[in-house]
């Protein structure tokens, strides 16, 4: 598919779509972004469009204790419900922290 772009690098061809349920999942080979293809943007709790998107890290537990950045998913914070979150992708405009670290 040609619309399908690459956020994060603008890649084009090196895409892999992977299909759950109603949701195609896209993974940029290039930079390892994630995204899901074809989703209106969209406050999960509340129902808001007018939702940014951020990059969140997916982190990964190394050997040893050091956690490392793996790559990044594209994810979209709601004024409504996440204000913190989107001030603090405002503020450091670097990627935000992952939901949940590995144990
Ligand atoms: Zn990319
Ligand atoms: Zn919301």
């Known amino acids: 598919m040609s619309d399908l772009v690459c956020t994060n690098c603008g890649e084009e061809e090196n895409l892999l779509g992977e299909q759950v349920d109603e949701v ?4 940029c080979e290039e930079c390892g972004l994630v995204w899901d293809r074809d989703l209106t943007p969209r ?7 007018d939702v940014r998107p951020a990059f969140q890290a997916i982190v990964e537990k190394s050997r040893g204790t050091q956690l490392s950045i793996q790559s990044m998913k594209l994810v979209y ?8 979150l989107l001030a603090r992708w405002i503020e450091s405009n670097s990627p935000l922290p992952p939901d949940e670290l590995p144990i």
């Open 24 to 27: 195609i999942t896209i993974t």
């Open 43 to 49: 406050c999960r709790t509340c129902g808001r469009e």
């Open 77 to 84: 914070l709601c004024p409504g419900c996440n204000p913190e």
